[in-house]
């Protein structure tokens, strides 16, 4: 598949601030199962990009702007070609040891609840016990996006019984950790099959690390492992450490905030349109 994304985060303030710092996660690198064909970043205000790489192997770009700023759009175009690989992660370089990915965080941590829900998942291995896990939730939280925001955590939101793929992911992840299975968030790009390219904002999904099979892709709002239509960013221990936008300006007031995305895609030998 080729996937093509233009992502745009627009900024308008009442107040110019001084200045304004942000950290972007929202650059694929190559793996097994996808080959970045280009990636750009632009931005339409006088600013300084650097890129790095933060601790879990993320491609990372700090924007700093050189003065105040009335508004500010960051840009995001390229192209990944991806295949299928039954959602099995391979060649993504590995920065931090599996037991990290035990670690329980505020937006992740396991109550009474989701621990009594992970403990009657039935499987006749790991594996299975996961399918079951990103099946259960699938059934269990209703996608919805008037309920819940990035500060919601897995507790919240499964006392809700509703919310979004960040959601999703965040029980997923209370609930392996709590069964003892190294889990981690996912932040990337979803290639809709209904046609709509479209869409609000970036998509999410769980990895754990499964015995003899290395680190295996569960996407619980859908459903479904990662696919052919699924380009992978980022990864971490929760949203906070994958967002594709984390920053902060100072000074200013009436900050409003608009996005665009449109993910698009056609199997390989296509024309593109």
Known sequence: MLIRVDYATCYHYDRAPRFVVQVLRKTPRACSS?????????????????????AFGNITHALYTDGPVES???????????????????GWPERQPPLVFLR????TQADDAIRSFASELPGRDQLDMLHA????????IAFDTAVTDVSHSAQEAFALG????QDHTHIFLAA????????????????RTDGEAEQEAAHAWAEALVEGLGWVGFDAANGICPDENYVRVASALDYLGAAPVRGASYG??????????QVRGQPLGQRQQ
């Open 133 to 140: 896990l990103m099946a259960a939730i699938h059934t269990r």
């Open 34 to 54: 996808q080959h970045v064909r280009r990636w750009r970043i632009n931005a339409d205000a006088d600013v300084r990009i650097r890129q790095g790489e933060d």
């Open 252 to 261: 200013g007031q009436g900050e409003r905030l608009t996005v665009s995305l």
């Open 162 to 165: 509703r919310g979004v793929c």
């Open 104 to 107: 329980s965080t505020p937006l």
């Open 176 to 191: 392996a950790r709590w069964l003892g299975v190294p889990a981690r968030y996912v932040s990337g790009h979803l290639r």
């Open 72 to 90: 500010l759009s960051v840009t995001v175009s390229g192209e990944v070609e991806t295949s299928t690989s039954a959602g099995m992660l391979d």
